[in-house]
């Protein structure tokens, strides 16, 4: 059992899935600009896992969300896909994972992630699409060849879609959110593949979005949450006028892109 222990008080984000979660706190990610705005407010916990599938995420999904932690997630954001896409291999090997197989694995996860509490909220993020002949010049020699199409994120990516409505899931599609982008192609990958910074903040952007706009209570979205010990103190910064004191705790000066 791995459990959680956030800081008391403090609702806790988990992010669930395969190298676009492990990787998004690496160079400008998604996940660590959510840890930024939620700094205040949420803890933002990573469990990523580089290759994986859906099958690999319902074979520890009872472990990494144990139905009797005494802390239960109030969001939890999952990703997996990219690597269910890829083409079959002739071994039988890989994580190749058959659409209909896909949709079933996932629709078991939302049913656990959903059944952790009533407070527990959900959002997954569909396939992105790819850049084909970048991806092809970067993968390592040391693998067997890897077929990833723009063919295969889009049916996933739908087939994720799909099952979210069915569900009434809140979902992000990233197959047509990052293709809104006329230089998508070679603005928002690191590798073809992964996400580069700019890659990430439509990431973000649509993740903030869908958490204004959900009606949910209480809301998530970070700017109608409290912010941890926030309330003012003679300890804070003196103001000009020498006779009071400005409480710093929303300030937001530091980040490049000022969130909504």
Not at 172 to 179: I, R, T, Y
Request: aromatic share 10%; charged share 25%.
């Amino acid at each position: 059992m791995i459990g959680f222990a956030p800081a008391p008080g403090r609702p806790l984000f988990v992010l669930f899935g395969s190298s676009i979660v492990q990787f998004s706190f690496s160079n400008g990610g998604w996940g660590a600009a959510l840890a930024d705005i939620y700094a205040r407010k949420a803890d933002i916990l990573l469990r990523g896992y580089i290759g994986w599938n859906s099958r690999r995420a319902l074979q520890v999904i009872d472990k990494v969300f144990p139905k009797d932690s005494p802390v239960q997630p109030s969001l939890v954001i999952v990703y997996f896909g990219g690597n269910d896409s890829v083409a079959a291999h002739s071994s039988g090997l890989g994580p190749h994972v058959p659409l209909e197989e896909y949709i079933d694995n996932m629709r078991k996860i939302a049913k656990h992630l959903k059944s952790l509490s009533e407070k527990t909220r959900v959002i997954f993020l569909s396939c992105p699409p790819l850049n084909e002949e970048t991806l092809r010049k970067s993968t390592s020699t040391v693998l067997s060849e890897i077929v990833r199409t723009n063919e295969t994120c889009r049916l996933y990516s739908e087939a994720c879609v799909s099952l979210c409505k069915e569900m009434d899931l809140k979902v992000v599609d990233l197959w047509n959110g990052m293709q809104k982008r006329d230089d998508w192609a070679t603005a928002c990958f690191t590798d073809g593949l992964h996400l580069s910074e700019e890659g990430s903040k439509i990431v973000v952007e649509e993740i903030l979005r869908v958490l204004k706009e959900a009606e949910w209570d209480p809301c998530l979205h970070w700017k109608a949450m409290p912010t941890e010990f926030g309330e003012d103190s003679p300890y804070d910064l003196v103001s000009s006028s020498g006779q009071s004191t400005i409480n710093p705790s929303d300030w937001t000066f530091h980040r490049r892109i000022q969130w909504d």
